[in-house]
Structure formats: structure tokens, C-alpha cells
């Protein structure tokens, strides 16, 4: 089947957190198989303690462009110093988490076959049940 925007999975994730991190690690082999998307979505959460850098992190990442930002993340390439407008994005990432009422990262939504909205906080319990739950595409 091929892939349409229905077959994406939204992950809000702080660069800095290490839930996030893993489940980036572990969703790898479902993106390379071709069996979902995932659109990431940087949030500066852990400010309070590491000190402003994930705010750091997250304009570094965003800076990267939609494209490139998740190998620089994955590969710890978030270096140097955020372009200006990348102060623009987090911000408007931070309205989105905070009207979706976010507490954490990694936080996941999707849309599930019977059309309703999937939801998790936290790392799911078993990846390949919440990819399979995506609502599949006609060919």
C-alpha cells in the first residue's frame, strides 16, 4: 500500500529527552520499511532542569529544516547557533502542546482506522500495535 498523511504518526518530543530519544531509536525500522511516517514536532520542555538547553536543542533542530532535522538529532549533530527563525517555530510548537494539554514527551497521535484520534504519552508498550492501528490508505 502506499503511504498518505492518514499514515502518519505525530510525535512531539523534547531533543533532550531520553524517552524521546528511544523512541525515535525504536520507531527507525518501521520508517525504513515503509510502514509509517513520522512527522516530529520539537518542544522545549526541560528547560527547568538542563539549564535553557533544550530550548537550545529544539531552535537547533528546527533550524535543520523539516527534512534534516531528525538525522541531526538522532546523530547528535545539534550544533553551532539557531537561526533566528527558528525561534518563530518552537514558539508555535509550544502553543500546540500547550492547547493539546501535553505533560510530557514523547506524546503520539494518530488517526486510527475507525477514524478516531489515537493518543499516547510516554513510550508505547509495543510500537508495531500503535503503527498497525494507523488507519491504513486504499491502494
Not at 12 to 27: K, N
Not at 44 to 63: H, K, N, P
Not at 79 to 88: F, Y
Request: aromatic share 8%.
Amino acid at each position: 500500500r502506499q503511504m498518505c498523511i492518514r499514515d502518519r504518526l505525530w510525535m512531539f518530543i523534547d531533543p533532550l529527552c531520553s524517552f524521546s530519544v528511544r523512541a525515535m531509536e525504536q520507531l527507525k525500522p518501521f520508517v525504513a520499511a515503509g510502514k509509517v511516517q513520522v512527522a516530529v514536532i520539537p518542544l522545549s520542555l526541560l528547560d527547568y532542569e538542563d539549564q535553557g538547553r533544550s530550548t537550545s536543542a529544539a531552535r537547533m533542530m528546527l533550524g535543520k529544516g523539516r527534512d534534516d532535522m531528525v538525522a541531526a538529532w538522532t546523530a547528535n549533530g545539534l550544533t553551532g547557533d539557531p537561526d533566528a527563525a527558528s525561534a518563530a517555530t518552537l514558539q508555535a510548537n509550544m502553543v500546540a502542546e500547550e492547547s493539546l494539554g501535553l505533560r510530557g514527551t514523547p506524546t503520539f497521535y494518530w488517526r486510527k482506522a475507525d477514524g478516531t484520534e489515537g493518543h499516547l504519552a510516554g513510550l508505547p508498550p509495543d510500537f508495531a500495535a500503535m503503527i498497525a492501528s494507523i488507519a491504513p490508505t486504499a491502494s
